[in-house]
């Protein structure tokens, strides 16, 4: 999962970039990268590390051009390091650049094509094929729709792209499942392309719409557009976007993230009140959780209250590319409020369980804060399955609820009770076709198992 933004107007887009990415920090931590041009030239600057260690002022100052593109990387095919950070380019005849959101599934295949073609990879992320055969084909047909249709019957996955042509104009192309979010925004004669509708907000560009799935949207330098859907095979949008990705002030497909957060807790509650817990106070597993567990509180008439404060300079824990990361950053990350929890019978919300690690450790914490007794709550229902669309999952042996019951994860993480919202809960909450992928199996884009071992740690499986 990552953050892109694409912008074009008539002055200098490269602080709306960098503003941008900064409103995007929360969907990537590994690298960030802006690419602009003033339709002649490309001008590059991407690193490994945050958005604001990444770039100077002087590097926002020589960005130039009215039409840009930027990133912020999570990594899941192709390692953290600075080769593999995104924007990407090529320079032939027509100076093309993109940026994506997603996983391709079918990467080894199209990497395999491209190698019997001649045509050698210097990164092993799965940007780099895509780029390769849109500008291919670019170069042949000078034609952006049919470069674009030739690229999503090549490709399999999930993926939100945006890019740049030089001289030319500013683009998108959306999944056809419309899995990986993408809206559009105007400010005046400007205009802006971006992962969530918050970069919109910051920004001050009015809301347009969301980019429809399959479709393809060209914004040329004069201001024109035009838009195809290419190919719409369905609609399944990622759920781990309102559960967890998503910052709170989103719209994804124009239902409010908080809005469909604030609705799993009201779910959850009219579960928990027949259980008579006994229930003194309610805390969230800050911050994602905040507004299902405000909601719950609400509905069960019980305090809701601080119970866990973060270490504002750690970053998502779940996103950290290794589990020793993960394991280190969640024991500096929270911290208990004694007063709170101590002598309590507590009810904590979290917005998953994926490798059951983090929860472990938080029902310790609140544990040797005094708590009498912890009871775990997850808006999201158990994930059973790996995701092959941009989270990284990829592995049923990494995920808990994949291998032991409910009451075996309850033992393991050392709760009193463990209550998990279902599926229907979250369609409820969402309102919308959502990929469960992940919670049932059920794979909206088609994997075949050569693809499922790619993805795969072992290397037996390799």
């Known amino acids: 999962m990552c953050g892109v933004v694409g912008a074009i107007g008539k002055e200098s887009v490269s602080l709306d970039l960098f503003l941008s990415l900064l409103t995007l920090q929360h969907r990537g931590q590994d690298a960030a990268g802006i690419i602009t041009s003033d339709g002649k030239e490309l001008f590059i600057r991407k690193d490994t590390g945050l958005v604001q260690s990444v770039f100077s002022d002087k590097d926002i100052s020589e960005l130039k051009g009215n039409i840009g593109i930027g990133h912020t990387r999570y990594s899941t095919i192709g390692s953290a390091t600075q080769e593999n950070a995104q924007p990407m380019s090529v ?29 050698f990879l210097s990164t092993t992320a799965d940007l780099e094929p895509v780029l390769q055969l849109f500008a291919s084909k670019y170069e042949d047909t000078k034609d952006f729709f049919e470069s674009a249709k030739f690229v999503v019957d090549k490709i399999e996955g999930a993926y939100s792209i945006v890019g740049l042509i030089a001289g030319n104009g500013l683009f998108a192309i959306r999944d056809t499942y419309g899995i990986r979010p993408l809206v559009l925004g105007k400010k005046g004669n400007n205009y802006m392309l971006a992962s969530e509708s918050v970069v919109l907000q910051t920004q001050r560009y009015s809301f347009v719409r969301d980019i429809a799935p399959g479709e393809a949207i060209f914004i040329s330098d004069d201001g024109s557009i035009q838009h195809k859907v290419l190919s719409m095979t369905g609609k399944a949008h990622c759920m781990f976007e309102w559960v967890y990705f998503a910052r709170p002030e989103s719209m994804i497909e124009e239902r409010a993230v908080y809005k469909a957060r604030l609705a799993l807790g009201y779910l959850l509650a009219e579960k928990i009140k027949p259980m008579n817990l006994g229930i003194d106070v309610v805390i969230p597993v800050p911050d994602t959780a905040r507004s299902c567990a405000i909601k719950l509180a609400e509905m069960l008439g019980v ?49 998953s369980i994926v490798r059951g690690t983090t929860s472990k450790r938080i029902v310790s914490i609140l544990r040797e804060a005094g708590a009498k007794k912890v009871f775990f709550v997850s808006s999201c229902p158990p994930i059973k399955h790996p995701c092959y669309y941009g989270i990284d999952i990829s592995t049923e042996d990494e995920l808990i609820a994949g291998r032991k019951s409910i009451e075996e994860i309850r033992e393991y993480i050392g709760a009193d009770a463990l209550i998990y919202a279902t599926i229907d809960d979250l369609k409820k909450a969402i309102r919308r076709s959502i990929c469960s992928a992940c919670l049932d199996g059920n794979y909206p884009v088609k994997i075949s198992e050569n693809q499922k071992c790619f993805f795969c740690d072992d290397k037996k499986c390799r």
């Open 91 to 119: 320079n032939a005849t027509e100076k093309i650049a993109m940026a994506f959101n997603g996983n391709i599934t079918n990467y080894s295949e199209l990497k395999s094509g491209l190698l019997r073609n001649g045509v």
């Open 303 to 351: 305090r809701h209250r601080e119970g866990l404060i973060k270490n504002r300079y750690i970053g998502r824990t779940f996103i950290m590319p290794s589990q020793t990361k993960r394991n280190h950053n969640v024991n500096v990350k929270l911290n208990p409020i004694i007063s709170i929890v101590k002598d309590k019978n507590v009810l904590v919300v979290d917005d």
